[in-house]
């Protein structure tokens, strides 16, 4: 590719995103295995750890940070312990600036996951999906409107939990459009069309037939679905196969560059996070997707969510061109 990463890392530096979307703790309680319960065929697990970190919309606010850039996050929690705790770890932790309005029905989304011999036994997740009140959308466009002036981009991370109405995202697309500051989509399964004039568009394989009738032919679809929803770019991540990128007139196939993949999970945040940064330092949208995969490709080494950092993604770089 024709980029030179190390001078596109120090552009990094330079730039803010803001995050908008689902936030999430993300619990992890880590043991060993072995034997089996006589109770039921399921493995006994020996607890030895118990690690808490800020997941969702923050794990891609926490992408963002980790390669070298400004971010600023903002998103829903309960009034509840598990929202002060996300908060505390997004703030004295993990050091990201965040506005995490809280709601009284609402309880924070926790996703708890058990892990033996570096593999994954069950998640066990707690949430209620509500929509938010008026006064909490009011607030929201608040925060976003305070916001935005600095904005080199926007994120939306929409894992379908609440946060994005339609009226929401209509206001969003609005309001950045007046500012000329691009913005950069992960939906999931609903308001596919409220996204139209997104810079990118980024659906996994699932969630892209949701929205088109014929699935024989992704690049013929994928072309079509761009244009019909006035997205720049159109991106479809299809796990070990890689991703597909439509701009206009152009279409390119990326194959998965991981090298041992041991967990996928948050590879499509850390896909948009580094996209992102890299569109907006003035890359080509087949190299900005070419290093998205190299960094996806490097998390999934890692077992849990991981976030990719500066320093790993300089050796997955270097272990590719060597």
């Not at 013929?220 to 244009?227: E, H, I």
């Not at 006035?230 to 991106?235: C, H, K, P, Y």
């Not at 996209?275 to 070419?290: E, H, M, R, T």
């Amino acid at each position: 590719m024709n980029i030179n990463v190390t001078s596109l890392l120090n552009s990094f530096t330079d730039k803010h995103i803001l995050v908008i979307g689902d936030v999430m703790l993300d619990k992890y309680i880590l043991g060993s295995v072995d034997r089996i319960s006589p109770e039921a065929p399921v493995p006994v697990v020996h607890i030895e750890k118990t690690d808490h970190h800020s997941g969702g919309a923050a794990n891609v606010a926490r992408n963002i940070h980790g390669l070298g850039a400004k971010v600023t996050l903002i998103g829903l929690i309960g009034m509840d312990d598990s929202g002060k705790q996300l908060k505390s770890i997004l703030s004295k932790d993990e050091g990201i600036a965040c506005q995490l309005l809280a709601e009284v029905q609402r309880k924070t989304i926790v996703k708890t996951r058990i892990i033996a011999q570096g593999q994954q036994v069950v998640r066990l997740d707690r949430e209620n999906i509500t929509v938010p009140s008026d006064d909490t959308v009011e607030s929201l466009k608040q925060a976003i409107s305070n916001s935005l002036d600095d904005m080199d981009g926007v994120i939306l991370q929409d894992y379908n939990k609440g946060v994005f109405t339609k009226g929401l995202i209509e206001w969003i697309m609005d309001q950045t459009r007046e500012r000329s500051i691009p913005v950069y989509v992960d939906p999931k399964k609903h308001h596919f069309s409220f996204y139209s004039g997104a810079r990118l568009f980024k659906p996994n394989l699932s969630e892209f037939f949701t929205g088109i009738d014929d699935e024989t032919d992704l690049e013929k679809a994928g072309d079509s679905f761009r244009s019909q929803h006035g997205f720049d770019l159109l991106m479809v991540t299809q796990g070990e196969k890689g991703m597909s990128l439509f701009s206009k007139d152009k279409f390119y196939q990326i194959a998965t560059k991981a090298r041992a993949a041991h967990d996928v999970s948050g590879a499509g945040d850390t896909v948009i996070a580094t996209f992102a940064l890299s569109d907006v330092c003035g890359c080509q949208p087949n190299d900005s997707a070419w290093l998205a995969n190299l960094a996806a490709g490097r998390v999934c080494e890692e077992v849990g969510v991981v976030p990719i950092d500066t320093n790993s993604l300089m050796e997955i770089v270097n272990h590719h061109h060597d």
